[in-house]
T-cell receptor, first 115, second 109 residues
Framework: DSGVTQTPKHLITATGQRVTLRCSPRSGDLSVYWYQQSLDQGLQFLIQYYNGEERAKGNILERFSAQQFPDLHSELNLSSLELGDSALYFC??????????????FGEGSWLTVV | KNEVEQSPQNLTAQEGEFITINCSYSVGISALHWLQQHPGGGIVSLFMLSSGKKKHGRLIATINIQEKHSSLHITASHPRDSAVYICAVIRVRDDKIIFGKGTRLHILP
């Protein structure tokens, strides 16, 4: 158990809909990262928050948004869903904001299926 | 060309064999991670390296910063080591994490 909690574990929704994925980081971790893993693209970094502020942005679509709340949990909002958004979405957390000396802990992932 | 390349893509070996998985990268990095993803999908962080070598049980990870190359070794491999092993680097100029495509390892009993 990494200490990172993601909900829901599985989600099936229709095209055009909007969903919210939730992540609770490990206790004491200030950084939250979101990743998307699809069959054809592999793991892709989406976005990172550190202590409530956006820290780094990866290949995140404009239809997607995220935020980190004062209690450090984070939500990833996916809207106008398309079939190609079907993927496993991971959240991870770490103590610091940067890469050096920074172990990253992954959640179990949220499986999103868009039908 | 991908900034992080792993080889081999797939590897099948007999139980007990010594396994090596390689990762080469073309960007400046502040750290490199080796991750293990089991068939159920969950990801476990195995090692975080910025230099030298680390060992944990039967797993050994090395990194050569000058050559921009890292290796993950598994000694006395076991069927429970069957998983996808992913190399990920932290790009120093913007702290972004870049993943390799992964190496699918299958250890036969």
């Amino acid at each position: 158990d990494s200490g990172v909690t993601q909900t829901p574990k599985h989600l099936i929704t229709a095209t055009g809909q909007r969903v919210t994925l939730r992540c609770s980081p490990r206790s004491g971790d200030l950084s939250v990262y979101w990743y998307q893993q699809s069959l054809d693209q592999g793991l892709q970094f989406l976005i990172q928050y550190y202590n409530g502020e956006e820290r780094a942005k990866g290949n995140i679509l404009e239809r997607f948004s995220a935020q980190q709340f004062p209690d450090l949990h984070s939500e990833l909002n996916l809207s106008s869903l398309e079939l190609g958004d079907s993927a496993l979405y991971f959240c991870a957390s770490s103590v610091a904001s940067g890469g050096f000396g920074n172990t990253i802990y992954f959640g179990e992932g949220s499986w999103l299926t868009v039908v | 060309k991908n900034e992080v390349e792993q080889s081999p893509q797939n590897l099948t070996a007999q139980e007990g064999e010594f396994i090596t998985i390689n990762c080469s990268y073309s960007v400046g990095i502040s750290a490199l991670h080796w991750l293990q993803q089991h068939p159920g999908g969950g990801i476990v962080s195995l090692f975080m390296l910025s230099s030298g070598k680390k060992k944990h049980g039967r797993l050994i990870a090395t990194i050569n910063i000058q050559e921009k190359h890292s290796s993950l070794h598994i000694t006395a491999s076991h069927p429970r080591d069957s998983a996808v092993y992913i190399c990920a680097v932290i790009r120093v100029r913007d702290d972004k994490i870049i993943f390799g495509k992964g190496t699918r390892l299958h250890i036969l009993p």
